[in-house]
């Protein structure tokens, strides 16, 4: 086939995560319908992702300005910090409305069969955060996965001397589901969880 534009955009797509080789496929065909202003909008929308947005120096969330909207908002709590493994997660806090402190972004967890250690997450600006702008909890919020769990233990060791309280996020059942459905490690995290009603 002599379309190479056409076979190099598929391959570009199918990169995404959940794209497929007939996903993509699709994709790129009905890019190839779109008005000409509709996709150079949709190229520049492309092009300014990586030239506009970065990290926030403070926390690592992602930004336009020189620091993040949360960062910068005074009425938030700024005695607390939920540390997180990425921007998605910031935004799935924000989204569930019920967090109002300051968050640090980590950039991923320890994970040894990725190759990413210790020295590859933004763990230094968070020990210094913790120790000199009066933080008073930590509440460590990666993924109960075993990275994660790694990941969380270590900062729990790390934080125990700095003054700050640090608590981990309580796993557990699903609002509106079911016991009988609940794997034995959920039900175990659930019970380790409990609180006083």
Do not use: W
């Not at 913790?130 to 790694?150: F, Q, S, Y």
């Amino acid at each position: 086939m002599d379309l190479k534009a056409l076979v190099r955009l598929q391959e570009s797509l199918a990169k995404l995560p959940s794209i497929g080789k007939k996903s993509a496929e699709r994709m790129a065909f009905a890019m190839l319908e779109m008005e000409d202003e509709d996709l150079n909008e949709f190229a520049d929308a492309i092009k300014e992702l990586k030239t506009k947005i970065h990290l926030c120096p403070i926390c690592g969330n992602i930004t336009e300005d020189d620091e993040c909207y949360i960062c910068k908002d005074e009425s938030r709590d700024r005695e607390t910090i939920l540390v997180v493994s990425s921007p998605k997660d910031v935004i799935a806090f924000e989204n569930a409305e019920g967090y109002r402190g300051l968050y640090h972004v980590l950039g991923g967890t320890i994970s040894i069969s990725k190759g990413k250690g210790i020295e590859d997450l933004n763990i230094a600006s968070l020990i210094k955060r913790v120790e000199e702008d009066n933080i008073k909890e930590v509440i460590i919020a990666t993924n109960p996965t075993v990275d994660g769990e790694t990941t969380a233990l270590y900062l729990a060791k790390l934080l125990d001397n700095k003054g700050a309280n640090v608590t981990r996020l309580a796993y557990g059942l699903p609002m509106g589901g079911n016991l009988d459905y609940a794997d034995a490690l959920t039900l175990a995290k659930a019970i380790e969880g409990r609180r006083k009603i």
